[in-house]
C-alpha cells in the first residue's frame, strides 16, 4: 500500500514487519492506498469526486473521534477509493500519548484491525485482529483498549 504520509506510516509498518511478517507482505501487495488526515474538511474533499456531498461530509464527521477507517465499495459501484485506509493522525497521537505506547505502535495495531476490513470481514473481526496484534507487539494497554471498543460496538 502507497501512503500519502510515509513519515508517518513508515515506522508503522516497520512495526508490523516485525511483528507479523505475512501480514506485512500482504500490505505491501495491496494496490489501495493509505491517507492520514489531519483535518476533516481535507477527507471530505477527497472523497467528493467519488460520492455526493452529504455522504463526504457524513463520512468526515465520523471520522473526527475515528482512528481510522476502511473505504467499503458501493454496491454496484467501484472507485479508487475501495478498500483504501484512512487515518486520522490527530486522534491516533492523542490516544497513542494517553495511553503511553508508541505512535508507530498504535497506528500498526489499527492499520492492522483496518485492513481486516480489506479481507472483507467486519468490525467484530477487525477487532479480534487488533487484539491479537497488540498483544503480539507486547502491548497490553492496546489490547484492552481493542476490547473495550469491540464490547461498547457489540452493546450499541
Known amino acids: 500500500m502507497k501512503s500519502s504520509d510515509p513519515a508517518f506510516t513508515d515506522p508503522a509498518l516497520a512495526v508490523i514487519r516485525k511483528t507479523d511478517p505475512e501480514l506485512a507482505k500482504r500490505i505491501d501487495a495491496a494496490p489501495e492506498r493509505i491517507t492520514v488526515i489531519t483535518d476533516l474538511y481535507e477527507l471530505a474533499m477527497q472523497m467528493l469526486p467519488f ?50 505506547v508508541p505512535v508507530a505502535k498504535f497506528t500498526a ?40 471498543i469491540a464490547r461498547q460496538e457489540n452493546a450499541s
Open 51 to 100: 460520492t455526493n456531498l452529504h455522504e463526504a461530509m457524513t463520512s468526515a464527521l465520523e471520522f473526527d473521534t475515528a482512528y481510522g477507517m476502511t473505504m467499503q465499495p458501493a454496491t454496484g459501484m467501484s472507485t479508487p477509493l475501495d478498500y483504501s485506509i484512512w487515518l486520522n493522525r490527530s486522534s491516533i497521537e492523542d490516544k497513542a500519548a494517553g495511553i503511553g
Open 109 to 148: 495495531d489499527i492499520i492492522a484491525h483496518e485492513f481486516t476490513h480489506h479481507d472483507g470481514y467486519g468490525e467484530r473481526e477487525a477487532y479480534a485482529a487488533g487484539t491479537k496484534f497488540a498483544r503480539e507487539m507486547g502491548e497490553p494497554e492496546m489490547a484492552a483498549l481493542s476490547e473495550a
